[in-house]
């Protein structure tokens, strides 16, 4: 799907009868192709018991759908599918924290080599981009035909089809604020400028840069990315008298891509480090036993970015980091311009993704960093 068609008030979301139909096949066909990847993770980490709970679950879910795959329709079925996906949506909401666990556990009682850590990589984004889908499949149908309401008129089900990009940045900023000033007792002002690109001649006033988007989504991204950002700028300025660099956040529009750019001046980091910060097994790190006053609020379970990555990829977008090290990071936000563009991005099972997890590998045939003796980078050879 996308968001034009999920958005468009004549499509799915105008008929309950349609979207029915179409999620009593969709929903089963996504929840077996996540299963089926489940079962080609590597033994160690397959034999974890989180990892058994996550594929219970998935099971449970995947029997309550199927339930419903010959029901004739009527308003009492319609009803039940409803309950039935606000069911699962709760049985799965702590999946993500689950499956950290189980990442922790596979850490704690195994060496884990590089082959194991890439395919733990490319299932954790395959498995979470899978689940932002399902979610946001079930959040369309329980908010357009449930008892539940999403508070905006005009919004249809979780998306809004005027979504006012600017707002959405105060919005997540205001919200990493409080964590930042209950925790460093300051925080980095904000500074937001847009760039409406070619149209900026036409307008008097910079007309706001709206799309059709989740703003959910986008907060989600944004208020990891502030939380990032205060706690890069707070611990780089830690003498508490000093006035704090402010967080600049442009937002512009070209033809293709709307960019949400936010650059802080919080010292960033090396270049070596900066693939560590999408890695799921280089984040996993034991949360702490207790949540006290001296725990980092703006610190989590360390999947922050690759899920925010993730949610930026469904409709095709991107997020990206540029440090300079001693300087401070950029993060770039990137979202379609154009929603017949902006399609859902989804895992595939086939060969192709089968084969990822059986190949060993390979020695790189370029030069490791120390000059001398066994290359130490590994790439995947086909
Ligand atoms: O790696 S970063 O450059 C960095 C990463 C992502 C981001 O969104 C913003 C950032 O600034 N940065 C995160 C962080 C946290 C504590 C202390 C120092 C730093 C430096």
Same mark, same amino acid.
């Given at each position: 799907m996308g968001l034009k068609e999920l958005s468009r008030v004549s499509g799915l979301s105008a008929c309950e009868r349609k979207s029915f139909i179409f999620l009593r096949k969709e929903l089963p066909v996504r929840l077996a192709n996540i299963m089926k990847e489940i079962h080609l993770l590597p033994d160690n980490l397959l034999k974890m018991p989180s990892v058994g709970i996550?594929?219970?679950?998935?099971?449970?879910?995947?029997e309550d759908i199927m339930q419903f795959e010959k029901v004739e329709v009527s308003e009492t079925t319609l009803d039940k599918f409803c309950q039935t996906?606000?069911?699962?949506?709760?049985?799965?909401?702590d999946i993500v924290q689950t499956m950290a666990h189980g990442v922790l556990e596979l850490k704690e009682c195994h060496d884990v080599d590089v082959q194991t850590e890439n395919n733990i990589q490319y299932f954790l984004d395959r498995f979470l981009m899978s689940r932002i889908s399902i979610r946001m499949l079930i959040n369309q149908h329980t908010l357009l035909f449930g008892s539940e309401l999403n508070g905006h008129s005009r919004h249809v089900g979780s998306i809004d089809p005027s979504c006012d990009i600017i707002s959405v940045v105060k919005d997540a900023y205001e919200k990493a604020r409080l964590l930042c000033d209950q925790y460093y007792l300051a925080s980095p002002e904000l500074l937001v400028e847009q760039h409406n690109g070619k149209f900026e001649k036409y307008f008097e006033r910079c007309s706001e840069i709206r799309i059709v988007y989740v703003p959910s989504h986008l907060? %989600?991204?944004?208020?990891?990315?502030?939380?990032?950002?205060?706690? *890069? @700028?707070?611990? %780089?300025?830690n003498n508490s008298d000093s006035d704090y660099p402010?967080? *600049? @956040?442009?937002?512009s529009r070209g033809k293709e891509d709307i960019c949400v750019k936010m650059s802080d001046r919080g010292g960033g980091?090396?270049?070596?480090?900066?693939?560590?910060?999408?890695k799921y097994m280089y984040s996993t790190a034991p949360r702490p036993?207790?949540?006290?006053?001296h725990t980092v609020p703006l610190a989590g379970y360390?999947?922050?970015?690759?899920?925010?990555r993730l949610y930026a990829r469904y409709f095709h977008g991107d997020l990206v980091l540029q440090s300079c090290d001693g300087y401070g990071t950029d993060a770039i936000v990137y979202l379609k311009a154009l929603s017949n563009e902006a399609n859902e991005l989804l895992p595939i099972f086939n060969k192709t993704s089968s084969k990822f997890y059986r190949t060993a590998v390979s020695n790189t045939d370029w030069s490791s960093q120390c000059g001398s003796g066994m290359n130490t980078r590994q790439l995947r050879m086909s």
């Open positions: 996550v594929n219970n679950l998935y099971a449970a879910s995947f996906l606000v069911k699962i949506r709760n049985r799965h909401k907060f %989600h991204i944004l208020f990891e990315l502030f939380k990032n950002s205060m706690r *890069a @700028v707070m611990e %780089h300025y402010s967080i *600049a @956040v442009i937002v980091i090396p270049r070596s480090q900066m693939d560590h910060l999408f036993t207790q949540i006290d006053a360390g999947y922050g970015l690759p899920v925010s």
